[in-house]
Structures are given as structure tokens and as C-alpha cells.
DNA sequence: GTAGGGTTAG
């Protein structure tokens, strides 16, 4: 039409109706189509209406949206005429490429120029500033608008709202909100936005009631912002907001649709999310995507790829999000072929020196792959590699156990100029622990304090676990008491940390610090609870927390099933233990090592090897404790080939090497069994240096068969290795009593004193009525020993006072004349309260039906000694264990 | 021309 319009001469009031045609159908294109803008521009050109400032303008917008902002630039130079919305036209240009700096520079020359910017212009520079970090210069803007009068100017509100939003002064945009009042659907978005930003969730959400109350109608952007809320807040509080949506009949457009997939994702509704994906047949590549993550979140893996292969099928393409989420499956499957079928695809998309998708490629090659080196590979591939990239990196160096290259190149990151962040230094910090690198953690700490990351809970984390790990308990307690709040992550760290050095009871404390901190004990904190009990026999405390586990529904996570198994199992209570593995659904490894223990432990052989059997039935891969646990049963079940037959099948059948503690425990079986040669074959054969341990194991065994060179060989080779155990001189001298003859063995004992070498006490502590008690046995001589007896000898007069020393057999008679001692440190530290327990030697163990040199027994029903790894079980009446 | 969705590191 205006070519043909063009071939005539038009005069007169033609020409104005013609620039509103013009105008007009600029506008129309410059939405829809950059050909047809362009074909119109010729005719224009002919009609001679070039200078035209309105009809520029509508071509300055399409050439910035469509040609790129230079292409715009160099039009915009040529221009004879141009206005604020011409400078605005292109500022705005510069600000959607992120051409920032430009777009201030620009808006320097405007002012220069003499042009006085308008609202779109300001709210253009303030986004800039934002995106810059220009405070300042957003401060002066905002005095400039105050001046022009633009102070209440809805445009002007919601870009300043925005402004300190992202400087994170919610708190500032909040005041400016309420100083201006009178918003509009924008601004009240905005200001929910900012409190959103800030991760003040319910604030947002009582703003949107606020909204709602004030009469303001809040639109599809309001809701997908409030969606965004309840993704972090809850199933509960996305079901409303969803349900006002319908209500208020916001359009389902693909940006809402996208955002109540992800919320529906992210409260494990991945049914309801595809639900409303599949209500209008609207998608793109962030819906597809929000899809595939939101399977991945759900540990749908097979969906996900799915999701992922539709999407192509569809002709909708891939982007660098799309690959991280894909490759973020793979890295959860810990599919390597999978991972490397998706590089393929992003080496094809022409993605691979994305930092997004390679710092998921890294991720995934780290979790996947037994190399580094491909991770390392991706890393050098990366155009920009950011902080998450050298994380990642340095996380998966320590992972596969370089902690020294994983310092390093901590150390050549900050060389790069890259700051690191929470993530990084906790990551690092985790990679100390695993080394024990003292020195390092120091440093790092030092680093923690002089940044502001001292006040991220998961460095503080990382630093007690460390100092925890490298058991310097107290300066882990340092750091918890410095932390503004704690999580049951610091708590599990602690107890875990605090049972692997063996004090058990001091990580049963824990429970009690965390009540106090009012934070709930979860799987994890439960867990470490549960084998912090099961190690100290603690049946009342454990009963306690397996009724708290039911209770609050965490018995339903394997570890606290499994935690419940291994607790009953080391108490002696295996029906409890097996009710607790068959209320398992999917029992792991963990759950039937628990067991097949548990059955070991109370001397039912032939039902541990069952289990074993069953194990195997239910496809669970045995791993190097399940054979631990095996060779021990049959060790103490005498069952010598079959122990041969399941170390043999190890390697050949379960593709499992054995370790040092498989050989001890086979020459263990090899020696009882009195097949003493081709014990010490194994030890000259096996493909480690025989420790002493193993020396001791068959000097025992040459004990018992009274095989005196043999057993004079291993001491000596024994001691070789260790000479300042008493284990050996011991050993040997009861093999020569034995054997009948005293004057070796008193001779051997005597060269045992010379050397200064004493029996180190034994210990074992028993529950008795809610409270654990150490007892301690061995000669007066020894320093901790002696100790004991000047404290009992101090109080002697108040515990001659209490009524069971009226019996004739006190405490001091029992221990005084045996040479012996074991003493209750409850009963020593408050006497008249609780009751005595009085010390009798060589009473027999109601499980293994052995003699113990000591026991305390008297008021209780049952007491539960633990001696190393033996559990003792010593009842007065009947056992309260059903089944025993 | 002011406000909206998806990813990856502890």
C-alpha cells in the first residue's frame, strides 16, 4: 500500500495522515516482523519523509530490537532530529544487550547534549547502576528525580525498588514503599520481588495479603513470584496460591505454567506438576527444562531423560540450562555413559565452553568418572571459569583423594583473582579433614575470620567438623559457641566425631545441647545417636530413641533402621534387632551387615550365615565388612574350611580384595583350628607386612595347642615389631605354666618387669539405671589405677557406711586381696546415693558362657558389660529381651 | 520504554 502511495505526488494535509499510516504500521511491525519494518523503511525513503522524528523513532526501536543496538547506534547517529525518546530509545538498547557501561557513557552524552531525560530514560540508568554496582550514581539519580518532581512516579518507584533491592537494602526499598504509598500492580510486585530476593519468604507473602487488602490486583507476574515463594515455604502455601490464581483467572502462559511446575517439583509433586505442564500445549525451552530438573529433584531419572528426548523430538531446542540439568541426572546416576553421550550432544550445540554446562560436565566427571583428569579436562575448556567452577574442581580433587593438588589449586584460583566463597572454603576446609592437614585448617581459618564467611553456617560447620576430625574437640567447641545459630548438621558432626574417638557417652551429651538449642535430631543426627548407644550397650537410651524415631517418623530412613539393627544387635537382643531389619523395605548393605553382626555376636553362627545366604538372594552386594563379619563367625564357630571357602570366594567371586584384616582373621581361623603351618604360610605369603597383631593372633592359637617353638618364634617376630606390648611375655608365659614349665614362665615374667612393661587396665562400662559407669581393672601399680584407689581410699570411711559392705563382701575386701580392681565412678562420686555394686571375680557370661575376671552385678536386673568387642550379659531374674 | 520462569559447587 505505501509503495504504491509512494509513485504519486502527494501534497498538503495528505502528508500528516500519511506519517500517522507510516507510524502506525511501524508500530505493528516493529512487534511482529523485522522484513516487513524493513520493506516499509524504502518507501518512506521515496515519500521523503527520512527526517521524520516519530517515524525514526519507530525505526530507531525496530533496528535496536531486531539489527542489534550498533546497528541502531549508527541510525541513531544519522538522525537530523532526535528527542528523549530517540537517547531513550537507545539507552534501552544498551541496558537489554548488558551493555552497561555503554549505556551510562551514553547517557552522559545525553545530558551533554542539553536533552532532559524522562522516566524511561532514569528507570534505563538505574538498571544499569544496579547491574554495575554503581550505588552512587544510583543515589544521584534518585536526588535528580526528586528534583524533576518524578518522585512519585510509578515507573520511577518500581525502578528504584528495584534498585535497592539488588544492592540487598530490602530494608531501604521497604521504607521508600511505604514513604510513597498509592502503588500500582507493578510496584507492589516489585517490593514483593525484593523481599523474595532477600529470602524473606513469609514477609512476601503477608505483603501479597497486604495487596490483596488494599485493593491492588495482583497479575500473572505477582503470582509467579509467589509461586517462587512456596517452592521454599511449602506444598501448603503453593496449593493457595494456585487456588487464588484460578480464582482471580490469571492466564496460564508458559512463564506461569513454568513456575508451577518448579513449585510443584520442588514440594515432591512431580504428578501434579506435569499435570498443569500438560494443560495448554504451550512449551518452551525453560518449561522443558524446569521438567527435567524437577525429575531429577525427584530422583526420576528415566523421566528425566525422557523429558529430555521428547523435547527434541518436539523440535524445541536445548540450552546451556537445559544441559546442566540433564547432566545433573547422569551425575545423580552416577552414569558415566550417559554423562558422555550428553557431552557429545553439547560438543554438537556448540556449548562446551559454556560455564554452566561445564561446570555441571565437571560435576559430573568428578561423581562418575574414577579419572580426574576428565574433570580437569572440562575446567581448561571453559571460557570463564567462575567461582563454582573452581569449587566444583576443587571439591572433586579432594574427593578422589589429592588433597594436596586440591590446595593447591585453591591457591591458584585466588591467583586467577577469582574470590571464593562459603562453598569454596567449606569445600576445602572438608578436604583438610580427610587429610588431616593441621596447618592448612589454621591458615584457612585465619581467611574465615577476615572475610565476612565466618557468618556462613556451613563454614562454621566445615571448621568443627575439622577440628573435630583432627580430635581437637575443644576448639571445635570454640567455634559452636561463636556461631550466631546451629543446625543439626553441627550436632551430627560433633557426635560423629566424638564416637569415632571412642567417647560415646559424651556423644549422647549432644542430644541434651541440641534440646537446649531447640534443633530437632533428624536422620542424620539420629543415626549417630543410635551407634553412640549401640557402642556403649545402652539399651535405656537406645529404647529411648528408637520410641523418639517412631514417634517423629524418622524410623522410616534406612540409616535410623539400620541404626536400630545394629543397637539391638550389639546388645544382645537380636529379636528386637531382626524386627528391626524386617520393617525395612529396601535393606542395604548396611542393614544386613547389621544383622548377620548382630546373629554373630550372640553365637548363632549358622543363622549369620543364613542371613548371608538370604543377602545374596535379595541381590545386595556384600561388601569387605560383610566378609569382616563371616570370617569372624566362623572364626568363632570353629567352622575352619568353610571360613577358607568364603575368603577364597572374595576375590574370585565378589571381586573384593582383601585386606590385612581378612588375613588377620583367616590365620585367626587357620591357627584355632590348630592348622598352625598354614597360618604362618598365609602370613608369609599375604601381600602385606605382618603387623603385630598378627603375631599375637597366632601365638594365642599356639597357645592353645601348646606348640611352644612355634609360639617362642611368634613372640619374638612379635615383639620385633612391638616391643612394648605385654601381650606376647604374657602369652608365652602361660603357654610355659601351662605346659608345666613354671620357671620359663616365671622367667618370662621377669624379663617382662625389667623392661618396665605393664598390663594396661581393662575397661568396661555398664548402664545402670540411666547413667553409664566406668569400670577399671588391673594391678595397684599402674599410675591410673592408683589413682582410683587413693580416691576410693579417701571416701573408704562413707562407703564402709552403706548397708551391702555389711554383707562381708565390700568393695575394698574384693579388690584389696585379688590384687585387682574395678571400681564404679558413679558410686565414687556421689556414695550414698546410688547403690553399691559389689565386684566378683571369674563370674560366667550368660551369652558366650565364659569366665570374666570381673563383673559388677548386685541390684539390678541385667547388666551389660562390654570388654573390647565382647558383650557380656550378666541377669538377675530373667532377661527382659523377648526370645532369650 | 517499569515487575515474571529453568542450571551447576558445600
Given at each position: 500500500?505505501?509503495?504504491?502511495?509512494?509513485?504519486?505526488?502527494?501534497?498538503?494535509?495528505?502528508?500528516?495522515?500519511?506519517?500517522?499510516?507510516?507510524?502506525?504500521?511501524?508500530?505493528?511491525?516493529n512487534?511482529?516482523?523485522?522484513?516487513?519494518?524493513?520493506?516499509?523503511?524504502?518507501?518512506?525513503?521515496?515519500?521523503?519523509?527520512?527526517?521524520?522524528?516519530?517515524?525514526?523513532?519507530?525505526?530507531?526501536s525496530?533496528?535496536?530490537?531486531?539489527?542489534?543496538?550498533d546497528?541502531?547506534?549508527?541510525?541513531?547517529?544519522?538522525?537530523?532530529?532526535?528527542?528523549?525518546?530517540?537517547?531513550?530509545?537507545?539507552?534501552?538498547?544498551y541496558?537489554?544487550?548488558?551493555?552497561?557501561?555503554?549505556?551510562?557513557?551514553?547517557?552522559?552524552?545525553?545530558l551533554?547534549?542539553?536533552?532532559?531525560?524522562?522516566?524511561?530514560?532514569?528507570?534505563?540508568?538505574l538498571?544499569?547502576?544496579?547491574?554495575?554496582?554503581?550505588?552512587?550514581?544510583?543515589?544521584?539519580?534518585?536526588?535528580?528525580m526528586?528534583?524533576?518532581?518524578?518522585?512519585?512516579?510509578?515507573?520511577?518507584?518500581?525502578?528504584?525498588?528495584?534498585?535497592?533491592?539488588?544492592?540487598?537494602?530490602?530494608g531501604?526499598?521497604?521504607k521508600?514503599?511505604?514513604?510513597?504509598?498509592?502503588?500500582?500492580?507493578?510496584?507492589?510486585?516489585?517490593?514483593?520481588?525484593?523481599?523474595?530476593?532477600?529470602?524473606r519468604?513469609?514477609?512476601?507473602?503477608?505483603?501479597?495479603v497486604?495487596?490483596?487488602?488494599?485493593?491492588?490486583?495482583?497479575?500473572?507476574?505477582?503470582?509467579?513470584?509467589?509461586?517462587?515463594?512456596?517452592?521454599?515455604?511449602?506444598?501448603?502455601?503453593?496449593?493457595?496460591v494456585?487456588?487464588?490464581m484460578?480464582?482471580?483467572?490469571v492466564?496460564?502462559?508458559?512463564v506461569?505454567?513454568?513456575?508451577?511446575?518448579?513449585?510443584?517439583?520442588?514440594?515432591?509433586?512431580?504428578?501434579?506438576?506435569?499435570?498443569?505442564?500438560?494443560?495448554?500445549?504451550?512449551?518452551?525451552t525453560?518449561l522443558?527444562?524446569?521438567?527435567?530438573?524437577?525429575?531429577?529433584?525427584n530422583?526420576m531419572?528415566?523421566?528425566?531423560?525422557?523429558?529430555?528426548?521428547?523435547?527434541?523430538?518436539?523440535?524445541?531446542?536445548?540450552?546451556?540450562?537445559?544441559?546442566?540439568?540433564?547432566?545433573n541426572?547422569?551425575?545423580?546416576?552416577?552414569?558415566?555413559?550417559?554423562?558422555e553421550?550428553?557431552?557429545?550432544r553439547?560438543?554438537?550445540?556448540?556449548?562446551?565452553?559454556?560455564?554452566?554446562?561445564?561446570n555441571?560436565?565437571?560435576?559430573?566427571?568428578?561423581?562418575?568418572?574414577?579419572?580426574?583428569?576428565?574433570?580437569?579436562?572440562?575446567f581448561?575448556?571453559?571460557?570463564?571459569p567462575?567461582?563454582?567452577?573452581?569449587?566444583?574442581?576443587?571439591?572433586?580433587?579432594a574427593?578422589h583423594?589429592?588433597?594436596?593438588?586440591?590446595?593447591h589449586?585453591?591457591?591458584?584460583?585466588?591467583?586467577?583473582?577469582?574470590?571464593?566463597?562459603?562453598f569454596?572454603?567449606?569445600s576445602?576446609?572438608?578436604?583438610?579433614?580427610?587429610?588431616?592437614?593441621?596447618?592448612?585448617?589454621?591458615?584457612?581459618?585465619?581467611?574465615?575470620?577476615?572475610?565476612?564467611?565466618?557468618?556462613?553456617?556451613?563454614?562454621?560447620?566445615a571448621?568443627?567438623?575439622?577440628?573435630?576430625?583432627?580430635?581437637?574437640?575443644?576448639?571445635?567447641?570454640?567455634?559452636?559457641?561463636?556461631m550466631?545459630?546451629?543446625d543439626?548438621?553441627?550436632?551430627t558432626?560433633?557426635?560423629?566425631?566424638?564416637?569415632?574417638?571412642?567417647?560415646?557417652?559424651?556423644?549422647?551429651?549432644?542430644?541434651?545441647?541440641?534440646?537446649?538449642?531447640?534443633i530437632k535430631?533428624?536422620?542424620?543426627?539420629?543415626a549417630?545417636?543410635?551407634s553412640?548407644?549401640?557402642?556403649?550397650?545402652?539399651?535405656?537410651?537406645?529404647?529411648?530413641?528408637?520410641?523418639?524415631?517412631?514417634?517423629?517418623?524418622?524410623?522410616?530412613w534406612?540409616?535410623?533402621?539400620?541404626?536400630l539393627?545394629?543397637?539391638?544387635?550389639?546388645?544382645?537382643?537380636?529379636?528386637?534387632?531382626?524386627?528391626?531389619?524386617?520393617?525395612?523395605?529396601?535393606?542395604?548393605?548396611?542393614?544386613?551387615?547389621?544383622?548377620?553382626?548382630?546373629?554373630?555376636?550372640?553365637?548363632?553362627?549358622?543363622?549369620?550365615?543364613?542371613?548371608?545366604?538370604?543377602?545374596?538372594?535379595?541381590?545386595?552386594?556384600?561388601?569387605?565388612?560383610?566378609?569382616?563379619?563371616?570370617?569372624?563367625?566362623c572364626?568363632n564357630?570353629?567352622?575352619?574350611?568353610?571360613?577358607?571357602?568364603?575368603?577364597?570366594?572374595m576375590?574370585?567371586?565378589?571381586?573384593?580384595?582383601?585386606?590385612?584384616?581378612?588375613?588377620?582373621?583367616?590365620?585367626?581361623?587357620?591357627g584355632?583350628?590348630?592348622?598352625?603351618?598354614?597360618?604362618?604360610?598365609?602370613?608369609?605369603?599375604?601381600?602385606?607386612?605382618?603387623?603385630?597383631?598378627?603375631?599375637k593372633?597366632?601365638?594365642?592359637?599356639?597357645?592353645?595347642?601348646?606348640?611352644?617353638p612355634?609360639?617362642?618364634?611368634?613372640?619374638?617376630?612379635?615383639?620385633?615389631?612391638?616391643?612394648?606390648?605385654?601381650?606376647?611375655?604374657?602369652?608365652?608365659?602361660?603357654?610355659?605354666?601351662?605346659?608345666?614349665?613354671?620357671?620359663?614362665?616365671?622367667?618370662?615374667?621377669?624379663?617382662?618387669?625389667?623392661k618396665?612393661?605393664?598390663?594396661?587396665?581393662?575397661?568396661?562400662?555398664?548402664?545402670?539405671?540411666?547413667?553409664?559407669?566406668?569400670?577399671?581393672?588391673?594391678?595397684?601399680?599402674?599410675?591410673?589405677?592408683n589413682e582410683?584407689?587413693?580416691?576410693?581410699?579417701?571416701?573408704d570411711?562413707e562407703?564402709?557406711?552403706h548397708?551391702?559392705?555389711?554383707?562381708?563382701?565390700?568393695?575394698?575386701?574384693s579388690?584389696?586381696?585379688?590384687?585387682?580392681?574395678?571400681?564404679?565412678?558413679?558410686?565414687?562420686?556421689?556414695?550414698?546415693?546410688?547403690?553399691?555394686?559389689?565386684?566378683?571375680?571369674?563370674?560366667?557370661c550368660?551369652n558366650?558362657?565364659?569366665f570374666?575376671?570381673?563383673?559388677?552385678?548386685?541390684?539390678d536386673?541385667?547388666?551389660?558389660v562390654?570388654?573390647?568387642?565382647?558383650?557380656?550379659?550378666?541377669?538377675?531374674?530373667?532377661?527382659?529381651?523377648r526370645?532369650c
Amino acid at each position: 500500500m505505501l509503495c504504491k502511495t509512494g509513485s504519486r505526488i502527494i501534497k498538503g494535509n495528505e502528508v500528516t495522515r500519511l506519517e500517522e499510516t507510516c507510524s502506525r504500521v511501524l508500530s505493528f511491525c516493529n512487534s511482529n516482523s523485522l522484513k516487513e519494518g524493513i520493506s516499509v523503511h524504502c518507501p518512506i525513503v521515496k515519500l521523503g519523509l527520512q527526517d521524520h522524528l516519530y517515524l525514526n523513532n519507530n525505526l530507531l526501536s525496530l533496528y535496536g530490537k531486531c539489527l542489534g543496538v550498533d546497528k541502531a547506534r549508527h541510525f541513531f547517529d544519522e538522525m537530523p532530529f532526535k528527542d528523549v525518546v530517540s537517547w531513550s530509545g537507545i539507552l534501552s538498547a544498551y541496558v537489554k544487550r548488558g551493555n552497561h557501561d555503554c549505556a551510562l557513557e551514553f547517557f552522559d552524552s545525553m545530558l551533554i547534549s542539553g536533552q532532559r531525560p524522562n522516566e524511561f530514560t532514569l528507570s534505563s540508568v538505574l538498571r544499569s547502576c544496579s547491574a554495575l554496582g554503581e550505588f552512587q550514581y544510583g543515589t544521584c539519580i534518585q536526588a535528580y528525580m526528586i528534583k524533576q518532581g518524578f518522585e512519585q512516579n510509578p515507573i520511577l518507584v518500581s525502578g528504584l525498588l528495584d534498585f535497592y533491592s539488588k544492592f540487598n537494602f530490602t530494608g531501604e526499598a521497604y521504607k521508600l514503599f511505604i514513604y510513597v504509598g498509592n502503588h500500582d500492580t507493578v510496584s507492589w510486585t516489585t517490593m514483593i520481588s525484593s523481599f523474595v530476593q532477600a529470602q524473606r519468604w513469609s514477609k512476601a507473602l503477608l505483603l501479597y495479603v497486604d495487596m490483596v487488602e488494599a485493593g491492588v490486583p495482583p497479575n500473572e507476574f505477582t503470582f509467579v513470584k509467589l509461586l517462587g515463594v512456596c517452592s521454599v515455604l511449602g506444598l501448603k502455601y503453593g496449593k493457595l496460591v494456585h487456588a487464588h490464581m484460578l480464582l482471580r483467572g490469571v492466564k496460564l502462559n508458559v512463564v506461569v505454567k513454568t513456575a508451577l511446575v518448579d513449585m510443584y517439583a520442588r514440594c515432591q509433586r512431580m504428578e501434579d506438576a506435569i499435570k498443569v505442564s500438560n494443560l495448554t500445549s504451550e512449551y518452551d525451552t525453560l518449561l522443558c527444562t524446569a521438567v527435567i530438573s524437577g525429575f531429577a529433584q525427584n530422583f526420576m531419572f528415566r523421566k528425566a531423560i525422557a523429558a529430555f528426548r521428547e523435547m527434541r523430538i518436539s523440535g524445541i531446542l536445548p540450552n546451556n540450562f537445559t544441559f546442566s540439568s540433564i547432566l545433573n541426572v547422569s551425575s545423580l546416576m552416577l552414569s558415566l555413559e550417559l554423562g558422555e553421550q550428553i557431552h557429545s550432544r553439547v560438543v554438537v550445540a556448540g556449548l562446551e565452553h559454556d560455564v554452566n554446562v561445564g561446570n555441571a560436565l565437571i560435576t559430573m566427571y568428578v561423581k562418575c568418572s574414577d579419572k580426574i583428569k576428565d574433570a580437569l579436562r572440562v575446567f581448561r575448556g571453559i571460557s570463564l571459569p567462575n567461582v563454582i567452577s573452581w569449587t566444583s574442581l576443587i571439591a572433586g580433587f579432594a574427593e578422589h583423594g589429592f588433597q594436596q593438588d586440591s590446595f593447591h589449586l585453591f591457591m591458584e584460583m585466588r591467583a586467577a583473582g577469582v574470590q571464593p566463597n562459603s562453598f569454596t572454603i567449606s569445600s576445602i576446609i572438608g578436604s583438610f579433614n580427610a587429610a588431616k592437614l593441621l596447618p592448612q585448617t589454621l591458615m584457612l581459618h585465619g581467611h574465615v575470620i577476615k572475610t565476612n564467611l565466618y557468618k556462613d553456617i556451613a563454614v562454621q560447620n566445615a571448621l568443627t567438623d575439622v577440628y573435630a576430625g583432627l580430635g581437637m574437640l575443644d576448639d571445635a567447641w570454640q567455634v559452636v559457641h561463636m556461631m550466631s545459630h546451629r543446625d543439626a548438621i553441627t550436632y551430627t558432626s560433633l557426635a560423629s566425631r566424638i564416637n569415632q574417638m571412642g567417647h560415646h557417652e559424651l556423644a549422647l551429651h549432644i542430644i541434651t545441647d541440641m534440646y537446649n538449642d531447640d534443633i530437632k535430631i533428624d536422620a542424620f543426627s539420629m543415626a549417630s545417636f543410635l551407634s553412640a548407644s549401640a557402642d556403649l550397650g545402652t539399651l535405656v537410651t537406645g529404647k529411648q530413641l528408637h520410641c523418639h524415631s517412631m514417634k517423629s517418623g524418622l524410623g522410616r530412613w534406612v540409616s535410623v533402621a539400620n541404626g536400630l539393627v545394629d543397637l539391638y544387635g550389639k546388645c544382645g537382643c537380636i529379636c528386637d534387632a531382626q524386627r528391626a531389619f524386617g520393617e525395612i523395605t529396601v535393606p542395604d548393605i548396611f542393614s544386613w551387615n547389621g544383622l548377620i553382626s548382630g546373629l554373630a555376636s550372640i553365637g548363632s553362627i549358622s543363622s549369620a550365615l543364613s542371613a548371608f545366604d538370604d543377602m545374596r538372594l535379595a541381590g545386595v552386594r556384600p561388601d569387605s565388612v560383610t566378609f569382616l563379619l563371616l570370617l569372624s563367625a566362623c572364626n568363632n564357630g570353629k567352622l575352619v574350611d568353610l571360613g577358607l571357602e568364603y575368603f577364597q570366594s572374595m576375590r574370585e567371586v565378589h571381586d573384593i580384595v582383601p585386606q590385612l584384616d581378612h588375613y588377620v582373621h583367616l590365620v585367626d581361623i587357620l591357627g584355632r583350628g590348630g592348622r598352625l603351618e598354614e597360618a604362618m604360610e598365609v602370613v608369609q605369603t599375604m601381600p602385606f607386612r605382618a603387623d603385630a597383631s598378627i603375631y599375637k593372633t597366632l601365638l594365642r592359637a599356639c597357645k592353645a595347642h601348646r606348640n611352644i617353638p612355634l609360639a617362642e618364634d611368634m613372640a619374638r617376630r612379635g615383639l620385633e615389631l612391638d616391643p612394648s606390648d605385654p601381650a606376647f611375655y604374657i602369652l608365652l608365659a602361660n603357654l610355659y605354666d601351662d605346659s608345666g614349665r613354671h620357671d620359663f614362665g616365671e622367667k618370662t615374667r621377669k624379663l617382662m618387669r625389667e623392661k618396665q612393661l605393664r598390663k594396661n587396665p581393662s575397661q568396661s562400662w555398664v548402664q545402670i539405671r540411666n547413667k553409664v559407669h566406668l569400670f577399671v581393672a588391673g594391678e595397684r601399680s599402674h599410675p591410673q589405677i592408683n589413682e582410683i584407689y587413693e580416691k576410693i581410699e579417701s571416701i573408704d570411711a562413707e562407703i564402709k557406711s552403706h548397708r551391702y559392705l555389711y554383707q562381708g563382701m565390700g568393695i575394698g575386701d574384693s579388690y584389696y586381696h585379688s590384687e585387682k580392681l574395678a571400681v564404679a565412678f558413679g558410686l565414687l562420686n556421689t556414695p550414698s546415693k546410688i547403690p553399691i555394686y559389689i565386684i566378683k571375680n571369674n563370674s560366667i557370661c550368660r551369652n558366650c558362657h565364659n569366665f570374666i575376671n570381673f563383673v559388677t552385678h548386685l541390684v539390678d536386673k541385667e547388666i551389660i558389660v562390654r570388654e573390647g568387642n565382647r558383650l557380656h550379659s550378666f541377669r538377675k531374674g530373667e532377661c527382659s529381651c523377648r526370645g532369650c
